[in-house]
Nanobody, 124 residues
Framework: QVQLVESGGGLVQAGGSLRLSCAAS????????MGWFRQAPGKEREFVAAVSWRGDSTYYADSVKGRFTISRDNAKNTVYLQMNSLKTEDTAVYYC?????????????????WGQGTQLTVSS
């Protein structure tokens, strides 16, 4: 089992940058595909990015491609989401998730463990 704790959210101006972190407990962290999702008020949770267990494969939603970068440090049991050129439409609660499947998935239903989320607000 994996427990996930996100951090790094906050208030940032449009065009700015922020890095989210997700710390995981458990020695098997390195075996999980890790993903970031987000949910804005009144909207469904949506896929943002994912990284394979070895960190050598990533996948992004079109809306963040070229602006966000997902990475992981298995030695630190941590996954990151570097967010640049932020837009007001990026405002949401961001969730970290772990998937026991080695193939990157974009559906939230495929992920097994979730953090509590961290709020990102981008002001204009």
């Amino acid at each position: 089992q994996v427990q996930l704790v996100e951090s790094g959210g906050g208030l940032v101006q449009a065009g700015g940058s922020l890095r989210l972190s997700c710390a995981a407990s458990g020695s098997t962290f390195r075996l999980y595909t890790m993903g970031w999702f987000r949910q804005a008020p009144g909207k469904e949770r949506e896929f943002v990015a994912a990284v394979s267990w070895r960190g050598d494969s990533t996948y992004y939603a079109d809306s963040v491609k070229g602006r966000f970068t997902i990475s992981r440090d298995n030695a630190k049991n941590t996954v990151y989401l570097q967010m640049n050129s932020l837009k007001t439409e990026d405002t949401a609660v961001y969730y970290c998730a772990a998937d026991r499947n080695s193939v990157i998935q974009t559906s939230a239903r495929r992920y097994d463990y979730w953090g509590q989320g961290t709020q990102l607000t981008v002001s204009s």
